[in-house]
């Protein structure tokens, strides 16, 4: 076992900018990757929202330049997967597949993945038409016409975002119109708009790519017939889903499996602490990320300040746990 001031679970931009504050605080951290180095920002084609950057940075690129950043200053980066912990008492124990980690702090940045329709072409062009950020990606959509699934807030929302590029939005709902989830106010707003057509009892099937590689159209069923929907993008707006199985309900999460915490981004553990969009429903931004990631680690920071006098010398062999 191996006995850490600080493990970070979750390599996206909050975990990274975690690593990178409790490095130059000294604290040696050790990230534990998970199953995609990056997060969601690392699947992105190009990233232009991001201060500091004049043209656009590639998602893998971004998380890469993080990555080396926090290991100038010390941080370490395992590729391996947390299968379990054990949060009842400090040293807390963290469980990967090849290793058991002590940590007396915790900051975990696992995020939340968009839920998948789970049909052929939707992993295959993800990042060259299939998005699921239409604030991320829809400058890159400018004079195009595309697709938006979903009937929630969320779909509606992004919809409604996307017509200030795209020259039409049309909204596919696999229900009829009394089901649709949205709020009142933004079906209004959404059948107001002159570039946004809904289309009811209508599933897409597969999305399909031209000789570009990038999304040509879509095959959908409406209304009983099938045929192929030409669009040059297809944005997915069905939900997300909060990595937070791997807790065990050790901490406190909302009804969605989101984490809570507080302004401090303290979790309801001590010395556990969370950023990103594990605890965020709301923003999901590498901007915000990693503004979370910031507030987490300096938390961190001043929790094991704080407790400094509690804490077993690292070199001191772990007791048996």
């Not at 199985?245 to 001590?270: I, N, P, W």
Request: include cysteine.
């Amino acid at each position: 076992m191996k006995r850490e001031r600080v493990v970070i679970i979750g390599s996206g931009p909050a975990g990274m900018t975690a690593a990178l504050y409790t490095a130059r605080a000294q604290l040696n951290p050790v990230v534990i990757v998970g199953n995609q180095f990056g997060g969601q920002a690392a699947i992105t084609h190009e990233i232009e929202n991001y201060p500091g950057f004049i043209d656009p940075i590639s998602g893998p690129e971004l998380a890469e330049k993080m990555k080396a950043q926090s290991e100038r200053f010390g941080a370490r980066y395992e590729w391996d997967s947390v299968t379990g912990m054990d949060l009842s008492e400090r040293p807390y124990k963290v469980e990967t597949h090849n290793e058991t980690y002590l940590a007396d702090s915790v900051i975990i940045g696992i995020g939340a993945d968009p839920r998948k329709l789970g049909i052929p072409g939707e992993k295959e062009y993800t990042g060259f038409g299939v998005s699921y950020c239409g604030t991320c990606d829809g400058f890159f959509f400018r004079g195009k016409e595309v697709v938006v699934v979903g009937g929630g807030d969320s779909a509606f929302e992004e919809a409604i975002f996307l017509t200030k590029f795209a020259t039409k939005v049309t909204i596919m709902y696999r229900k009829g119109e009394e089901d649709l989830r949205a709020g009142v106010q933004l079906q209004t707003r959404a059948t107001k708009n002159e570039k946004i057509e809904i289309m009811y009892n209508t599933v897409v099937n597969e999305v399909k790519a031209g000789e570009n590689g990038a999304v040509s159209a879509a095959s959908i069923t409406s209304n009983g017939e099938t045929y192929d929907f030409a669009t040059d993008g297809v944005f997915i707006f069905i939900g997300h889903i909060p990595n937070s199985d791997v807790f065990g309900g050790q901490l406190a999460t909302d009804e969605s499996g989101y984490l809570l915490t507080d302004e401090r981004h303290r979790t309801s553990v001590e010395g556990v602490f969370a950023a990103g969009e594990i605890q965020d429903p709301i923003w999901r931004q590498v901007a915000t990320s990693v503004g979370q990631g910031t507030a987490a680690a300096m938390s961190a920071i001043h929790w094991l300040e704080e407790h400094e006098d509690e804490l077993q010398p690292l070199d001191e062999e772990p007791e048996a746990v």
